[in-house]
Nanobody, 123 residues
Framework: QVQLVESGGGSVQPGGSLKLSCAGSGYTYGTYCMAWFRQAPGKEREGIAI???????NYADSVKGRFTISQENATRTLSLQMNSLKPEDTAMYYC?????????????????WGQGTQVTVSS
């Protein structure tokens, strides 16, 4: 069973930066799609960045140009560099994984989730 553990959340002022990490373990042989989701209070969990095992990347419009997803295949560590943070980026951030070669924006696609890390953007 895949286990994912996020870290790196915290509080930052608008315009600031944070880097989230997601340490993965328990992977079996095969290709995986990895993603970052976030969920603000009272809102649906939304996908914001996805990366396939071959390195294909996509971003939600809300974070495009500000956030960067990356993956270290050797260590199965997923990262999310977040720049130019806005108050509307405040949410619980989750990493997710599914054993398949193509990615989806739907949360229901993903079989493995981390516990989440809180990001708060406020002055």
């Amino acid at each position: 069973q895949v286990q994912l553990v996020e870290s790196g959340g915290g509080s930052v002022q608008p315009g600031g930066s944070l880097k989230l990490s997601c340490a993965g373990s328990g992977y079996t042989y095969g290709t995986y799609c990895m993603a970052w989701f976030r969920q603000a209070p009272g809102k649906e969990r939304e996908g914001i960045a996805i990366i396939t095992s071959s390195g294909t990347i996509n971003y939600a419009d809300s974070v495009k140009g500000r956030f960067t997803i990356s993956q270290e295949n050797a260590t199965r560590t997923l990262s999310l560099q977040m720049n130019s943070l806005k108050p509307e980026d405040t949410a619980m951030y989750y990493c997710a994984a599914v054993r398949r070669s193509w990615c989806s924006w739907s949360r229901w696609t993903y079989t493995d989730w981390g516990q989440g890390t809180q990001v708060t953007v406020s002055s």
